[in-house]
């Protein structure tokens, strides 16, 4: 109970001696900084910042290969890895227990059974979203 009496004390003693009296401005400094400083111009705000990710190069992407990853390592995002997403996707997964505790896998993983079927999945390869079927 002491030590938390003392460590009171201390902070009170510390937020009173540090009082906004004890410090001075230097106008003259502050406008030669910012007349010094660079402008910075955004141009576009509007577009998404996953849409100025550079492309990745289209590679040949099977879909049974995508399947039996997702099917072992999906949890992971190794499938998503693999299709060409956006390069930290497989931390989304894995962090999040393989998307939402699995929810997320499991809904790639019934995707890519029906493009497999249809022996289509070009919507999913280089898809930079989180859920690649939305």
């Given at each position: 109970?002491?030590?938390?009496?003392?460590?009171?004390?201390?902070?009170?003693?510390?937020?009173?001696?540090?009082?906004?009296?004890?410090?001075?401005?230097n106008d003259s400094a502050i406008d030669s900084i910012i007349e010094n400083?660079?402008?910075?111009?955004?141009?576009?705000?509007?577009?998404?910042?996953?849409?100025?990710?550079?492309?990745?190069?289209?590679?040949?992407?099977?879909?049974?290969?995508?399947?039996?990853?997702?099917?072992?390592?999906?949890?992971?995002?190794?499938?998503?890895?693999?299709?060409?997403?956006?390069?930290?996707?497989?931390?989304?997964?894995?962090?999040?227990?393989?998307?939402?505790?699995?929810?997320?896998?499991?809904?790639?993983?019934?995707?890519?059974?029906?493009?497999?079927?249809?022996?289509?999945?070009s919507k999913y390869i280089n898809n930079r979203k989180f859920f690649m079927?939305?």
């Amino acid at each position: 109970m002491k030590k938390l009496v003392l460590s009171i004390i201390a902070v009170l003693a510390i937020a009173i001696s540090a009082n906004a009296a004890n410090y001075k401005v230097n106008d003259s400094a502050i406008d030669s900084i910012i007349e010094n400083a660079t402008e910075v111009v955004v141009l576009d705000v509007a577009t998404p910042a996953a849409a100025n990710l550079p492309a990745f190069e289209q590679k040949e992407v099977k879909p049974a290969i995508a399947l039996i990853l997702n099917f072992f390592l999906g949890g992971f995002g190794i499938h998503r890895h693999y299709m060409g997403t956006a390069p930290g996707m497989w931390a989304l997964y894995t962090f999040t227990l393989g998307g939402i505790f699995g929810v997320v896998t499991l809904i790639d993983f019934v995707m890519l059974i029906i493009g497999t079927v249809d022996n289509d999945i070009s919507k999913y390869i280089n898809n930079r979203k989180f859920f690649m079927w939305a």
